[in-house]
């Protein structure tokens, strides 16, 4: 399955490291990542491959939650169907 995270907040050092260690601690691979910053705040795109991990989506959900609270930015995961979904006008 194909996954969406989505990383947005203000910038500090690590972001992108924290995120993608947790994906990669559990066999997420990293297909495309998108990132920026405008006026001092974060945004992150990225999508990834969860088909080698034996992790499910809920548990990384709740992975990324304690990251986000821990760091301070909200951090969203999604399915890519869903989110292609969501987005469609």
Known sequence: MRIVVTVVGKDKVGIIAKVTNILANNQVNVLNINQNIMDGFFNM???ADMTDSKMSIKS???HLDRLSEEIGLEI???SEDIFTAMHQI
């Open 45 to 47: 795109v990225l999508i």
């Open 60 to 62: 990384l959900k709740e």
């Open 76 to 78: 969203r995961v999604q």
